[in-house]
């Protein structure tokens, strides 16, 4: 396995499209699956209340367990949620159960109702012995409290976009919400990385609007291309990432190269701003 640089801080980002199904919760496995085989010790908080994330990395997310949700509306140290996967000895997941589903409404009267992740993240890391290099939250579908919480809590923002006719299409939103967070909530949020998902090099469709994507965000968007291939879709129902379920696919390599290219960007970026 290729050892890549380690961040001198951690870096969280949050993983956000409005949309289902364009490979959120994909990406944050993988990402985080190749970087903790890569040496990098590795978060995924899982903020979706479907908890697919959870299931990926082998987790428990019944509906009798305590998950994030407990960290957010009963101030639960974060530290007694976090959960060893079967991943990989270095990634480690916060678990969501449905019960998240009722924490949209549950927040909106709860005392700083936006920075609940942020402030429980932050004392789990001030805590740790050897904090993460890596933290990955897993956003849901939507642009509520949740994802607010997630933006807040983040210094980066991943935009996964799926290669089809609409990709661009409510991005625009997406885009004003993060200028929104960063001006009122969070002044250190950028929007950091596009990945481009699903590809299928057989339609001129799809090289349009990776085109297209690479034109609009031509800094933030990674080389790498994640193909659309069954490996990929067939690999949660194993409890595996891609990465253990089948290293030598394209799935497989595709996402390690993207992990590659972040991890490098990341030192390079630390490197200029000393
Ligand atoms: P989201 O979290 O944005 O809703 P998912 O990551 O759950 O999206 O992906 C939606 C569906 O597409 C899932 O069934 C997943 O297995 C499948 N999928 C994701 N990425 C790929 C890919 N590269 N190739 C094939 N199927 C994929
Ligand atoms: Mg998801």
Redesign the pocket.
Known sequence: EAVLPLPPATRVFTIS?Q???????????NLAAALARSGAKVLVVDL?PQG?ASTALGVDHRSDQQSVYEVLVADLPLSQVVRPSTEHERLDCVPATIHLAGAEIELVSLVAREQRLRRALDVHLAEMDEPYDYVFI?CP?SLGLLTINAFVAAREVLI?IQCEYYALEGLSQLLSNIELIEKHLNPDLRLSTILL???DSRTNLAQQVAQEVRDHFPKQTLDTI?????R?????SYGQSVISYDFGST?SLSYREAAAEIAWRGASESKESN
Not at 19 to 29: F, L, N, P, Q, R
């Open positions: 499209n949309k289902g199904g364009v490979g959120k919760t994909t990406s944050a496995v979706d697919n897993d579908p996964p998902t699903m590809y994640i193909p659309r291939s069954v990929v879709s067939e690999a949660p799935g």
